[in-house]
Antibody
Framework: EVQLVESGGGLVPPGRSLRLSCAAS????????MHWVRQVPGKGLEWVSG????????GYADSVKGRFTISRDNAKNSLYLQMNSLRAEDTALYYC??????????????????WGQGTLVTVSS | EIVLTQSPGTLSLSPGERATLSCRAS???????LAWYQQKPGQAPRVLIY???SRATGIPDRFSGSGSGTDFTLTISRLEPEDFAVYFC???????????FGQGTKVEIK
């Protein structure tokens, strides 16, 4: 069974940093692109970032570009999101999600399947 | 940027009834790049439909997707108690790669 387990969320003041992690199991992690998607509780969904199987290509939403960095460690079956210069509007539940195909390139993923349960990030003083 | 607008915002129906959910795009979307998700309270979204009309693995056949261009529909033929949830549509744009979601339709018990 594919499992994605996020961690690292918490309460942080504006301007500070946080690093999220996603532990993957049940599939060959190194073959798949991975993504971060966030959701303000009770609201809609926003794609945040994606990374290809070998970290060769990465993409970011305009709202986080220059502040967030996605990375992965295939030896540890783990995905990360380094979030710097956090703002109140970054407050959300952050999900990691797997690309559907083993093509491995995030820019070819048409949808996400499955998603983890999410880790909550709250940016507030 | 393509905007997806879902309607209605809330659908109040009884078990056994048919649910028809709409997703309208501000520009034409390739059917290949349109997906639907279900989200229950306290849970992550799960994909139901991809490529506008293909059911994901394990999804019951009471769920069906249709549409093309700017108008897409998710139909639940007979609502089961476990189908009361929020449904999102999502599209993928390739140049540059970008994924956008509709604001969601809540299907609630009448």
């Amino acid at each position: 069974e594919v499992q994605l387990v996020e961690s690292g969320g918490g309460l942080v003041p504006p301007g500070r940093s946080l690093r999220l992690s996603c532990a993957a199991s049940g599939f060959t992690f190194a073959h798949y692109a991975m993504h971060w998607v966030r959701q303000v509780p009770g609201k809609g969904l926003e794609w945040v970032s994606g990374i290809s199987w070998n970290s060769g290509s990465r993409g970011y939403a305009d709202s986080v570009k220059g502040r967030f960095t996605i990375s992965r460690d295939n030896a540890k079956n783990s995905l990360y999101l380094q979030m710097n210069s956090l703002r109140a509007e970054d407050t959300a539940l952050y999900y990691c999600a797997k690309g559907p195909d083993s093509n491995g390139y995030f820019e070819r993923d048409n949808w996400f399947d499955p998603w983890g349960q999410g880790t909550l990030v709250t940016v507030s003083s | 940027e393509i905007v997806l607008t879902q309607s209605p915002g809330t659908l109040s129906l009884s078990p056994g009834e048919r649910a028809t959910l709409s997703c309208r795009a501000s520009q034409s979307v390739s059917s290949r790049y349109l997906a639907w998700y279900q989200q229950k309270p306290g849970q992550a979204p799960r994909v139901l439909i991809y490529g506008a009309s293909s059911r994901a693995t394990g999804i019951p056949d009471r769920f069906s997707g249709s549409g093309s261009g700017t108008d897409f529909t998710l139909t639940i033929s007979r609502l089961e108690p476990e189908d009361f949830a929020v449904y999102f549509c999502q599209q993928f744009g390739s140049s540059p790669p970008k994924w956008t979601f509709g604001q969601g339709t809540k299907v609630e018990i009448k």
